[in-house]
Nanobody, 121 residues
């Protein structure tokens, strides 16, 4: 089964930058980043196909976040710039066997344990 390990979370000031990493084992067709805060539903952030590199984003992060993949390292990244306090959340990496450009968490069967991102104002 696919295993995912996130890293790179931490505290950053509003307007700053942060890069999250997700190291993956096993084969997947699509991977994505989600985030969740207490009392709220899990929210899709960005996704990418492992072949071809097609990407998709939530409206709330378009123009600020970039998802990418390093095939040599078998790692997916989330580059976050101009972060806002509302970006504060636990960020989760997810993977799916299916090649479907979606941010619906129900389409993803494999999940990491998360990495915390805190943005201060």
């Amino acid at each position: 089964q696919v295993q995912l390990v996130e890293s790179g979370g931490g505290s950053v000031q509003a307007g700053g930058s942060l890069r999250l990493s997700c190291a993956a084992s096993g084969y997947t067709h699509s991977m994505a980043w989600f985030r969740q805060v207490p009392g709220k539903e899990r929210e899709g952030v960005a996704g990418i196909f492992t072949t071809g590199g097609y990407t998709w984003y939530a409206d709330s992060v378009k123009g600020r976040f970039t998802i990418s993949r390093d095939n040599a390292q078998n790692t997916v990244y989330l580059q976050m710039i101009r972060v806002k306090p509302e970006d504060t959340a636990m960020y989760y990496c997810a993977a799916s066997e299916w090649a479907l450009a979606t941010l619906d968490p129900n389409h993803y069967d494999n999940w990491g344990r998360g990495t915390q991102v805190t943005v201060s104002s």
